[in-house]
């Protein structure tokens, strides 16, 4: 069974940064992605960011683009993602997600995904 641990959430001013871990344990991702979605109190959860954790490719929202950068440390089975420049409008609960099966189609859809953990919350005041 995968499971997924996120750590590193908490408040910050405009403009700070954060980094995010999520650990995986139970199973290696081969070609597989892994992503970072969030969810703001009153909306749905929304993708941020992907990578394949085998080849490292990377895929990001377009409200995080050069703010944002995911990555991966395949020795430590774990998966970052360092916010800088934060705004008031990041402010939400951040998930990571993993898939189940090998290979990928759409890493930006949440239902490409099997595994989540438990969220961890950011809040950026402004």
């Known amino acids: 069974q995968v499971q997924l641990v996120e750590s590193g959430g908490g408040l910050v001013q405009a403009g700070d940064s954060l980094r995010l871990s999520c650990a995986a344990s139970g199973r290696t991702f081969g070609s597989s992605p892994m992503g970072w979605f969030r969810q703001a109190p009153g909306k749905e959860r929304e993708f941020v960011a992907a990578?394949?954790?085998?080849?490292?490719?990377?895929y990001y929202a377009d409200s995080v683009k050069d703010r944002f950068t995911i990555s991966r440390d395949k020795s430590k089975s774990t998966m970052y993602l360092q916010m800088n420049s934060l705004k008031p409008e990041d402010t939400a609960v951040y998930y990571c997600?993993?898939?189940?099966?090998?290979?990928?189609?759409?890493?930006?859809?949440?239902?490409?995904?099997?595994?989540w953990g438990q969220g961890t919350q950011v809040t950026v005041s402004s």
């Open positions: 997600a993993a898939r189940a099966s090998l290979g990928y189609s759409r890493p930006a859809a949440a239902n490409e995904y099997d595994y």
């Open positions: 990578i394949i954790w085998t080849g490292g490719r990377t």
